[in-house]
């Protein structure tokens, strides 16, 4: 049966207006309640899309690197140097350099916390450029060029009280003969605070020159290469292979997938779990386009009576009424896809906007009640456990796929009610009308 006649009296039914007619503003607000379901599942996915993907590249370019190279036996840093240097020289190997971590204690005016020390190159803010640019310096410059240098996170400079060009001590132990251990106090001059902005990421972090790292932990610490590669977020075990093929018994090469897994599997099931609720929602709200269509129908019954009459057999009422759910879920679409990326795409200044209104409701009530104003304010998304800014990122696919989804879904809802009044009898109609 052709589409045509169907489609016409579809577009008539929506567009014909007349007084008491209920069901075609139960349609419009079908139209609405599709439109507003789908901008939080947009909003949802856009964001955790971004908040996923800025958290997880800062922790491979900052953190974990693209891949690590270990030895567990304990190596001289020269020989990390020059396992470093022929592993740089290989395809599709962007950037290799040794690198050392350690742990000691952090001393400053306002009093000493543990420390993650992290020994790199002097140069490797200026040659690693995913390093910079996702580490950003807050006060200061990112120089190591003197032994005693050290560059630390804005979190630890605010538990420690430090400022740039101050100085802080860190406290480490050295094993001397016969198991015996001795403490060792090693004053650094802070030329910069740095910001990831993602506290976990972080934390109590310090950078200081890989020589002297090599010093102040080469037989406490754990040395590694740092590997670059061109793409990290295709499948790296082709390079991985390549790169385990050129080196010694005793050197292990790890992934970014192996390092941060849990992490980025936790990040990925909360992702699932909150668009399953958005969609849940969406399925409540397709199901108003149901009860909108049954409402047409009654109101309509006469006019199917006549149809049916004329030679409108049930296939020809059926396709009526599911291309006005067809036409009613992609209003409700398309509307709701503009306004939730619009909103996706401001998110942040959304959230700048809602904080500043409930910092001035939670300042007004203070006053009122003590007189005085609080002292700090509320913030929606703190870096402890979210990204300062979220990143935006419009995903296309996943885009096209939802407001696929909806229409799917609306067309869905329009089944029943257009089968009962495909089955409707002509002449059941007309004694009752």
Known sequence: MRTGPSLYVAIRTLWIRKKGRKGLGRLLGAVIGIALSLVPLIVVVEVTNGMIEGITRRYVEIGSYHLQIRNYTGVPGEEVKRAASDISRLDSVTLAFPSIDGIALGRGPSGTVGVFVRGIPEDHYQVDTGFRKYLEIKSGSFS???????????????????????????????????????????????????????????GTTMYINIDKAFRLFGD??????????????????????????TLKPGWFVISWH?????????????KNLLTFIMILILLVASVNISSALVMIILE???????????????????????????????????????????????????????????????QLVNIIISGSLPEGGIKLLSSAHYLDTIPIRIGFREISLIGFFAIFLSVLASYLPARQAGKMKPIEIMRKH
Request: proline share 2%; net charge neutral.
């Open 220 to 245: 406490a610490g754990h040395s590694l290469i740092g590997v670059k590669v061109e793409d990290p977020y295709s499948d790296i075990s082709r390079i991985k292979r390549m790169i385990q093929g």
């Open 144 to 202: 190591l060029e003197q032994s005693n240098d050290v560059v630390i996170s804005s979190l630890l400079a605010e538990k420690l009280g430090l400022v740039t060009g101050g100085k802080i001590v860190i406290i480490t132990s050295r094993e001397l003969p016969g198991g015996r251990y001795i403490m060792r106090p090693t004053i650094l001059n802070i030329r910069g605070i740095c910001s990831s902005g993602y506290q976990e990421l972080d």
């Open 300 to 362: 309509k019954k006469q006019e199917i009576a006549i149809l049916k009459s004329v030679g409108g057999g049930p296939g020809f009422i059926m396709k009526i009424y599911m291309i006005i759910g067809f036409i009613t879920g992609t209003i409700g679409t398309i509307f709701g896809i503009a306004i939730g990326m619009f909103t996706a795409v401001h998110v942040n200044e959304l959230i700048s906007g809602i904080e500043w209104l409930i910092n001035l409701g939670y």
């Open 258 to 270: 192996d390092l941060e897994r849990g992490m980025y599997e936790s990040f990925r099931t909360t």
